[in-house]
């Protein structure tokens, strides 16, 4: 069976039979004061597109964790000079989106799937929110993310209303639930964005995240905004296990 086989036969069955499941009528993110996110990002940036208008916006209640070391994202560079770099533009984005902490794992660049071990050294037991990216991302990596949460989730000790979010990356949501309005804060994003000054010289994205703002911001009727799908524990957990295990 070929990959249009496998995405026409497998996957949207479903994903339709998932979303007749939940309620994806978009309504409002807004996170409380006395509420903590904890935002993933397989890699440096992936932060500052997804989430960064988020991030700046509610910069107090957000730890940002960056999962790999990034060494395949600049192959002009050493290894050792490539996570260097990634690092520290991963670092000064969050400065600059005011985030409560950043911090990166360093789990090899393209194989997250194997970080587990690193990421359950993560205490989880206080969050309201974890975001990650979509689970149907064209990138390996960032589908990844939704199955160590999911084995994060059966392992460690967390709040029972967990909201499980997830952001876009390189692959759009197809019905988000959740919106926020960015609009105070979309400059801060497009200077977090910015800030990955090495994968902005490679491709410059910033155009096509602002404008993806500029789009998400329609059915709310803002300037800007960001897109995300929220969901509750059991239905994280079925939609993994429905597609991937």
Aim: glycine share 4%; with cysteine.
């Amino acid at each position: 069976m070929n990959l249009k086989q496998i995405v026409f036969n497998k996957l949207l069955p479903k994903l339709y039979k998932f979303y007749l499941s939940v309620n994806t009528k978009q309504t409002p993110l807004y996170i409380r004061e006395d509420e903590n996110a904890l935002l993933l990002a397989p890699h440096a940036d992936d932060e500052s597109i997804g989430a960064g208008g988020t991030l700046a916006l509610y910069h107090n209640n957000f730890d940002v964790i960056c999962l790999t070391n990034g060494i395949k994202g600049l192959k002009n560079l050493s290894p050792e000079e490539a996570q260097k770099v990634r690092g520290e533009e991963f670092l000064n984005a969050m400065q600059i989106a005011g985030v409560r902490s950043a911090k990166v794992l360093n789990i090899p660049d393209r194989d997250v799937i194997a970080g587990y071990d690193k990421l359950a050294e993560v205490d989880i037991s206080n969050y309201d929110y974890i975001f990650m990216p979509n689970l149907i991302d064209t990138h390996k990596d960032h589908k990844s993310v939704a199955i160590l949460v999911k084995k994060l989730l059966e392992n460690k000790v967390h709040k029972d209303s967990i909201q499980l979010v997830f952001y876009e990356v390189w692959s759009t949501l197809a019905i988000p639930n959740r919106v926020v309005n960015i609009t105070d804060t979309v400059q801060v994003k497009a200077k977090m964005l910015e800030a990955h000054k090495s994968q902005m010289e490679l491709r410059n994205y910033l155009p096509a995240s602002i404008g993806l703002s500029q789009y998400r911001g329609l059915i709310p009727n803002v300037p800007n905004a960001e897109a995300f799908l929220a969901l509750d524990e059991k239905t994280f957990k079925n939609l993994v296990k429905e597609i991937y295990i």
